[in-house]
Every structure is written in structure tokens, then in C-alpha cells.
């Protein structure tokens, strides 16, 4: 079935760095998701991208979906205390994601003061 | 505001007790899931329903069952609970309009001695 690799698992970087996770399917996925859980919380979605070579900004969060559609990335600048938290990257089993989501085991990103 | 609700935040079963998890979602979606999710392995998918009386396995429905008798609620049973069972238990709910994003409840934390 659908595999989606995910790296880093854990990052530790100083606040005011940057943090980069990548994500890797080894399938072309129609769409993928990132979702952010902070601890002791459960998954909020952040941001869906659909089209090949896609960027997308949220603040200082930028999501890319690489050309090929197997790939993506989420890159924060300038790290906040706030980001704390485990990112995951999610893509459709089927049918757009009707059918479930095949998760990322998630980049784990802990911020030193 | 989606809102997706579980019956407990935490639970305490003996093995081979029967246990049910509930889950509720008040914005009438169509498609709802259950996740679990451990360290290291991420969130991976036992069940999901696009309609009321309709299941489908996921990657893991082993030791699992499903109840989806309202659209509002989806309920997982575990007919005779393993220690293996110990998890976080997530529902989830699908916007299929628009972000198609899965909205998550609190979760459960299953312990199974």
C-alpha cells in the first residue's frame, strides 16, 4: 500500500532558527495535507496542496508540493515557542481522501529558549 | 466551529473486556474515521464510514469493529481488548467541500492491563 515517509523525526532548534520537514510518497498523490498536533493535543489541519510545483504561505509557514506530486515540505522561519509541536504530513488512500489519509510518522520540532 | 467529540479522554479496561469508543460530530459530515496512534508509528487507520450502516477497513481493522447507526456517531469496539490495544484513540471527521480537511476529537487514551 501507499507509503509516506517523513524526516526528520525529531528537531531540536534554538528559537529564532529555521525548521524544515520533509515528506516523501511512495505513490503520486492526488493531494497532500499538513496537519500540526501540539502536546497532549490531537491534529489541526494546517493546509491542503492540490497542484504540482504548489507554494503556499501561512505567516512564516511555507508548504511546497514538489513537481512530481510525491513530495512536499513545510519550512518555518524563525521559530516561535508557539510552533512546538509534531508536524505531519497526510496523503489520500483514495478518492481525494474519503477513503482515510496515510499519515507521516511526524517531525517532532522542540524549540530551546 | 466543527466539533468532534469523544466519550472519554481516558480509559482503564481489563483484557478481554469488551470496550466501546464514541464519537460525535455535529456538522452532518458524511465521512468519518478512527485512528490510533502510538510513538514512533504515527497515526494509522483502523475503520471508516462514508454513510450510515457503511464500514470500511483501513490499514489495521484487526481486533477492531465499527458502529455507525446516526450519522453523527461513530463508534469503535474492541470485542475483547489486548494489551496491544493500549493507544491514543482519534476520530476523525471530513470536510468534503472545499479544504477536505479531517477534523480530530480530543482523543482517548486506552489502556489496556
Known amino acids: 500500500g501507499q507509503q509516506v515517509m517523513q524526516i526528520p523525526q525529531y528537531q531540536h532548534v534554538q528559537e529564532g532558527e529555521d525548521f524544515t520537514t520533509y515528506c516523501n510518497s511512495s505513490?503520486?498523490?492526488?493531494?497532500i495535507q499538513w496537519y500540526k498536533q501540539r502536546p497532549g493535543g490531537h491534529p489541526v489541519f494546517l493546509i491542503q496542496l492540490v497542484k504540482s510545483g504548489e507554494v503556499k504561505k501561512q505567516k512564516r509557514l511555507t508548504f511546497q508540493f514538489g513537481e512530481a506530486k510525491k513530495n512536499s515540505s513545510l519550512h518555518i522561519t524563525a521559530t516561535q515557542t508557539t510552533d512546538v509541536g509534531t508536524y505531519f504530513c497526510a496523503g489520500p488512500d483514495s478518492g481525494g481522501g474519503a477513503d482515510g489519509l496515510t499519515f507521516g510518522k511526524g517531525t517532532h520540532l522542540i524549540i530551546q529558549p | 466551529d466543527v466539533k468532534v467529540t469523544q466519550s472519554s479522554r481516558y480509559l482503564v479496561k481489563r483484557t478481554g473486556e469488551k470496550v466501546f469508543l464514541e464519537c460525535v460530530q455535529d456538522?452532518?459530515?458524511?465521512?468519518m474515521f478512527w485512528y490510533r496512534q502510538d510513538p514512533g508509528l504515527g497515526l494509522r487507520l483502523i475503520y471508516f464510514s462514508y454513510d450510515v450502516k457503511m464500514k470500511e477497513k483501513g490499514d489495521i481493522p484487526e481486533g477492531y469493529s465499527v458502529s455507525r447507526e446516526k450519522k453523527e456517531r461513530f463508534s469503535l469496539i474492541l470485542e475483547s481488548a489486548s494489551t496491544n490495544q493500549t493507544s491514543m484513540y482519534l476520530c476523525?471527521?471530513?470536510?468534503?467541500?472545499?479544504?477536505?480537511?479531517?477534523?480530530f476529537g480530543p482523543g482517548t487514551r486506552l489502556t489496556v492491563t
Open positions: 505513490t503520486t498523490l492526488s493531494n
Open positions: 476523525a471527521s471530513l470536510e468534503r467541500q472545499g479544504s477536505w480537511e479531517q477534523y
Open positions: 456538522m452532518d459530515h458524511e465521512n
